[in-house]
């Protein structure tokens, strides 16, 4: 989106033009649930993200204020904030590693279930970071942000990403090896 | 760098396998959707007329923009009007500030003065009589509060202040009684009740005082039960207690005698202070000289009517009233004593008979008439002699000697009706027109003022 087409919808929806604020969910809903599904891994909850961050979005605009620019930034700050708000006071049950656990009934359950627990794990890993490192690997390696865009969704400066990017990833390697069966993880670059 | 070089392949695996998320239900997100853009427009129907408080700060400090831009611009002229208005605020302001913290101020404080003289001013700016006696009333209850205030920092309560307190007591009540008798009764019955509790408030600050205050607020208590008594009576008979103030004599401080001696008379009217104390010194000698005067004895002893009588007592007794202490110029008395022969005035009037003089026992012609027209013209000799006698007496009491017995007494009008005062204007005492106005006193209520000395 150019910014000349930011601005347009900023000031169309700080105005509360139907018209206008249509445009921004349909741009930005998508991604939002995408992200939230990924953290979350419950379509319901990335759903509810979803509503509640453009619900805040609408509180925002209406008393005057919200983003001047970097609209979809400013969108995956408050899902972000939202998830975390979530993770703190319901955070994910511990993933326990038995031979019990069951694979879906379907075609291939070997492989579901393999996929299945992986994604859990990640996930339990993800949790396992502070908000902002858990924000930076998510847009940068999941929905494939640049640095610079992490930064301005971050409000932080380019190094200080970089460095919080360095600290989440020796974390989650930690974590994966200290939690997962799998002996390929090494945790050693 | 692309982030596939960043990480490890492994964790970039876990983490791609987390991308793949379930397609998202479509009737949910429609669902979503028109709740989103309903919520809208609910917020759309309830927006405010104005703009947000931010942006009306805004629009509103764009509004005033001009404003500051005419005063820069013209900031040479503002500054003079507002180095004016900053004196005149101080001065109005330090005014305000100096009458506040009098207020608070008793005796022995530097501002208390100030606040004497506030309330001065304030009495004399008042709009009726009947705010005029609201006033000397709530000054009588300062003044009691200034004796809590001393006694509580051990000060002791001097003359001067008793001197005062008691004035104000005797004005208000002064002020109470004089109006109508229905207006005074409930007027004193307002004055007792304060009365009584200036009375209660002394009791209780006897009783954790020091010896040295103790008999100063013994005699205030004592006073004012005398007052408390004095207002009984009037409730009981205002009319009584009227005359009565009329005819009783203020007490006047010594201070105050001090200053209407210093001061002479104003507006042309001699003082009679300063003339009661000339007096004596001066004309000694006119009652020996009146009594030498041989003419007017044999004249009436030689006469049969009884008319010469009066002029024999002339000479005897001083009833000839201080009118003649008023006059500087006693011409009378030497033309009419000091001459042996009174030929030039008397023998204007005799006419016939020249012989009354030096013939007075020789003659035989009973002409009492003529002699009865010229003790007439002599009776100012004869009054001159007692001038020494008034003048003694009024060195003792000034106001005595001020007020003139044959003068109509000004009784004062019913003044006010209770709660719907009259104003009326009193008539000015010579002797209270000389005080001096910057006397530590105060001006003399007008009330007192009319009182006439026995």
């Known amino acids: 989106m150019s910014p000349f087409d930011e601005v347009r919808l900023l000031s169309g929806a700080r105005a509360l033009d139907l018209e206008s604020l249509a445009e921004v969910y349909d741009r930005f809903s998508p991604g939002l649930y995408k992200y939230a599904a990924r953290l979350l891994g419950d379509p319901d909850l990335a759903e509810d993200c979803v509503s509640e961050t453009f619900t805040r979005l609408l509180k925002v605009l209406r008393q005057g204020f919200g983003p001047q620019d970097h609209l979809r930034a400013y969108l995956y700050r408050t899902a972000h904030n939202w998830i975390t708000d979530r993770y703190r006071h319901q955070p994910l049950p511990f993933l326990e590693l038995d031979a019990d656990l069951h694979a879906d009934p379907a075609p291939s359950p070997e492989s579901q279930a393999e996929e299945r627990l992986e994604n859990l794990q990640t996930r339990a890993a993800l949790a396992a970071l502070t908000p902002d490192q858990r924000q930076v690997v998510v847009l940068r390696f999941i929905e494939g942000w640049d640095t610079e865009e992490v930064a301005v969704a971050l409000q932080k400066p380019t190094g200080a990403i970089k460095a919080l990017q360095h600290r989440a990833l020796g974390a989650m390697r930690r974590w994966l090896k200290k939690h997962s069966l799998n002996p390929t993880i090494t945790g050693e670059r | 760098m692309t982030p596939e070089q960043e990480i490890d392949p492994i964790i970039a695996k876990r983490l791609s396998s987390l991308s793949k998320v379930d397609p998202r239900s479509h009737q949910r997100a429609i669902r979503t959707r028109a709740a989103f853009l309903t919520q809208a427009l609910e917020m759309k129907g309830k927006l405010p007329v104005s703009d947000s408080p931010y942006q009306r700060l805004k629009r509103r400090i764009q509004h005033i923009q001009p404003l500051f831009d005419f005063i820069e611009n013209r900031r040479s002229l503002f500054a003079g009007i507002a180095s004016v208005f900053l004196v005149i605020t101080l001065v109005l302001g330090g005014a305000a500030i100096t009458y506040t913290a009098a207020q608070k101020s008793f005796p022995g404080k530097p501002l208390y003065a100030i606040k004497i003289w506030a309330e001065g001013i304030q009495k004399s700016l008042a709009v009726s009589q009947f705010y005029e006696y609201e006033l000397a009333l709530r000054f009588t209850d300062r003044r009691a509060d200034e004796v809590q205030r001393m006694v509580d920092n051990g000060q002791v309560v001097d003359q001067e202040f008793e001197d005062r307190y008691y004035q104000q007591v005797e004005e208000v009540i002064w002020m109470a009684v004089d109006q109508s008798d229905a207006a005074a009764t409930p007027a004193l019955t307002e004055v007792r009740e304060h009365l009584e509790k200036q009375v209660e408030l002394f009791t209780r600050l006897l009783e954790k005082t020091p010896g040295s205050t103790q008999g100063a607020l013994q005699r205030i208590v004592q006073k004012l039960q005398e007052r408390i008594r004095e207002c009984d009576a009037g409730i009981a008979n205002p009319g009584q207690l009227r005359e009565r103030l009329r005819l009783i004599q203020p007490q006047t401080p010594p201070e105050l005698i001090e200053t209407l001696k210093s001061k002479p008379g104003e507006n042309g009217v001699p003082g009679p202070n300063a003339t009661a104390t000339s007096k004596p010194t001066k004309t000694p000698t006119p009652t020996p000289t009146a009594t030498d005067t041989p003419t007017p004895t ?123 005062l009259q104003k009326t204007k009193k008539v000015e005492d010579p002797a209270n027109t000389n005080q001096d106005p910057d006397s530590q006193f105060g001006p003399t209520p007008k009330g007192i003022k009319q009182k006439p000395g026995k």
């Open chain 2, 298 to 420: 044999p004249t009436a002893t030689n006469t049969d009517t009884p008319t010469p009588a009066p002029t024999a007592t002339d000479t005897d007794t001083p009833t000839p009233t201080p009118t003649a202490t008023d006059t500087d110029t006693p011409t009378p008395t030497p033309t009419a004593t000091d001459t042996d022969t009174p030929t030039p005035t008397p023998t204007a009037t005799d006419t016939d008979t020249p012989t009354p003089t030096s013939n007075a026992t020789d003659t035989d012609t009973p002409t009492p008439t003529p002699n009865a027209t010229d003790t007439d013209t002599r009776t100012p000799t004869t009054t001159d002699t007692d001038t020494p006698a008034t003048t003694v007496t009024v060195t003792d009491t000034p106001a005595t000697t001020a007020a003139d017995p044959d003068t109509p007494t000004p009784t004062p009008e019913p003044i006010k009706e209770r709660h719907g």
